[in-house]
């Protein structure tokens, strides 16, 4: 039962264009979520968090956005560029300090 | 801040043995939650230690345990390895209080054979 979902395997996207990575998620009790990117064989880097009182919070390039009546959010780069190329895991909180994970989202940035 | 620090970052073992992995969380960070990563399954929730009591618990067998100390570091020990548990075992610390990021640290990757 995959309770949160990013139904993209991978994105490809051009330099300086907009990356908009999305994920779904079943559960209504999540109040909290969060992206991290990650590289092969390294441990998820943070990027970027909100909570469901909110509809959009802003970090530099990184925008998230979260319809919570869609149960949908996204995560807007903006502009893109090659460093960012990355695995993208979207992450829902539970109780305690539980994430639940998405299966990622390969974002390769061409420049 | 130093951030989380994972021991040994790599590990080799055999059916049948046992393993410890060690955890070090950021500084005044007191909840540790440990994280399996393998290609099947992605990344899976084992538990989470606060005050050095275990407070959640995700859905893998007995031979998955940890626990907490005093400094708030933290070790994971599987029992009686299986090829399956070959994987990135990743540990995460937060600050106390709700709705706090979680900072991961580098991971242990284990290949048993």
């Known amino acids: 039962d995959q309770q949160v979902k990013q139904n993209s395997p991978s994105l490809s996207v051009q330099e300086g264009r907009i990356s908009i990575l999305n994920c779904d998620y079943t559960?209504?009790?999540?109040?909290?979520f969060l992206w991290y990117k990650k590289y092969p064989a390294e441990g998820p880097t943070f990027l970027i968090s909100?909570?469901?009182?909110?509809d959009k919070n802003e970090d530099g390039r990184f925008t998230v956005f979260l319809n919570k009546s869609a149960k949908h959010l996204s995560l807007h780069i903006v502009p893109s560029q090659p460093g960012d190329s990355a695995v993208y895991f979207c992450?829902?909180?539970?109780?305690?300090?539980?994430?639940?994970f998405g299966a990622g989202t390969i974002l390769r940035v061409k420049s | 801040k130093a951030g989380v620090t994972q021991t040994p970052r790599y590990l080799i073992k055999t059916r049948g043995q046992q393993v410890t992995l060690s955890c070090s969380p950021i500084?005044?960070?007191?909840?540790v939650s440990w994280y399996q990563q393998t290609p099947g399954q992605g990344l899976q929730f084992l538990f989470e230690?606060?005050?050095?009591?275990?407070?959640n618990k995700g859905n893998f067998p007995g031979r998955f345990s940890g626990r907490q100390f005093s400094n708030s570091r933290s070790e994971m020990n599987v029992s009686t390895l299986e090829l399956g548990d070959s994987a990135l075992y990743l540990c995460?610390?937060?600050?106390?209080?709700?709705?706090?990021?979680?900072?991961f640290g580098p991971g242990t990757r284990l290949l048993v054979l």
């Open positions: 995460a610390s937060s600050a106390p209080g709700t709705k706090e990021t979680q900072y």
């Open positions: 559960n209504s009790m999540f109040d909290y």
């Open positions: 909100i909570s469901s009182i909110k």
């Open positions: 992450a829902a909180q539970e109780y305690g300090n539980k994430l639940v």
């Open positions: 500084s005044g960070h007191r909840s």
């Open positions: 230690y606060f005050s050095e009591t275990q407070r």
